[in-house]
């Protein structure tokens, strides 16, 4: 359970290329969520780093998310090679010319996030039309292709609210990432645009400076830009906290559960150390996650309110007939 809502993906672009078994294990040592994988194909953009097998031969160094940003022309024709080499979000940009849908789809269908990539000079309209795939809006603050570049400041103001809307469709889980020049410096000001996700490179891999401090720090700062900027000085609900909604009897439990779950919002549902029930089984928990509490309570109150006065007849109802 993290204490932090600004997650820090990893980039291991300016690591030794040549152990970058030893790059993963570094940063999950340092405490990075996520390795972020840059993947360029001296096309797309002109540099190029590794591929699909690379990235297949990394996925047993660690068990943290490897969230692949593909700077390729033809994604989707390796698409599947990605997903078999263990990626946990692929995210891919909206100006190759390789249908776009398509990629998107198969990403999905596979179980992981998917996500677009927009370059600085790209308008995020671009991403308009394929808003209801995407479970992640990637705002490049720098040209794609190499690390250690200077911060966009002015592409991210211009971008953050618009990517925000674009993933509107997902009541939970969608993700803004911001990807190129994020250290000490620009972590505050990325918080303070409401993003979830920052590519950290070169500012870990920096000679002399402790790569653990510096996650901490970017994290720290990324958080408080959140909580003095679109948080109104409250502090910012960690990304995986969870909270009770209520209890209720297994079966009805269920029933509150699977209405939620409908709506795209994860629930988690434990027996509890609450009431007894008539039929000797203790109510079901349903856990949240509390950074959509408020949309839950608005959305399924009224749910909530009907279950437990139908759970209160169910008791009478079996009290009466023992
Ligand atoms: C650049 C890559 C970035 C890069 C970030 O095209 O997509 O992920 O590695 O490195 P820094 O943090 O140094 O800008
Ligand atoms: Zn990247």
């Avoid at 024709?77 to 390789?98: K, M, P, Q």
């Avoid at 000797?280 to 856990?287: E, F, Q």
């Avoid at 759970?311 to 009290?319: C, I, K, L, P």
Wanted: a negative charge; one cysteine or more.
């Amino acid at each position: 359970m993290t204490a932090h809502r600004a997650r820090i993906a990893a980039s291991i672009l300016d690591a030794d290329l040549g152990n970058l078994g030893n790059a993963v294990r570094r940063v999950v040592e340092a405490g990075a969520d996520r390795v972020h994988l840059d993947v360029m194909d001296a096309h797309f953009v002109p540099n190029l780093t590794f591929g699909p097998k690379t990235i297949k031969a990394l996925r047993p160094r660690t068990t943290i998310p490897f969230d692949a940003h593909l700077m390729v022309d033809e994604p989707g024709r390796y698409i599947d090679e990605y997903l078999d080499a263990g990626c946990d979000s692929i995210t891919f940009h909206v100006e190759i010319e390789e249908p776009i849908v398509p990629t998107l789809e198969a990403i999905r269908a596979a179980g992981r996030a998917a996500g677009l990539a927009v370059k600085p000079g790209t308008p995020l309209g671009a991403l308009e039309p394929y808003a209801d795939f995407l479970d992640i809006v990637l705002i490049m603050t720098v040209e794609p292709g190499f690390g250690g570049q200077t911060f966009m400041a002015d592409v991210l103001a211009a971008k953050a609210a618009g990517a925000r809307r674009i993933l509107d469709h997902k009541l939970y889980g969608g993700e803004v990432h911001v990807d190129g020049g994020i250290n000490r410096e620009t972590a505050e000001f990325a918080g303070s645009h409401g993003v979830d996700v920052f590519v950290v490179g070169s500012a870990l891999f920096m000679k002399g400076r402790d790569m653990g401090r510096e996650v901490r720090l970017i994290r720290a700062l990324a958080d408080e830009g959140f909580q003095y900027g679109p948080n109104d000085g409250r502090p910012p609900i960690p990304s995986d906290r969870l909270t009770r909604f209520t209890s209720l009897p297994k079966h009805l439990a269920h029933r509150l559960m699977d209405e939620i779950e409908a709506t795209g919002i994860p629930v988690m549902m434990l027996r509890g150390e609450g009431q007894v029930n008539p039929d000797g089984v203790r109510d079901y928990d349903l856990l949240i996650p509390a950074s959509v509490e408020d949309h839950v309570i608005d959305a399924h109150g009224p749910s909530r309110e009907r279950l437990l006065a139908e759970a209160d007849a169910w008791r009478q109802s079996y009290a009466t007939k023992a």
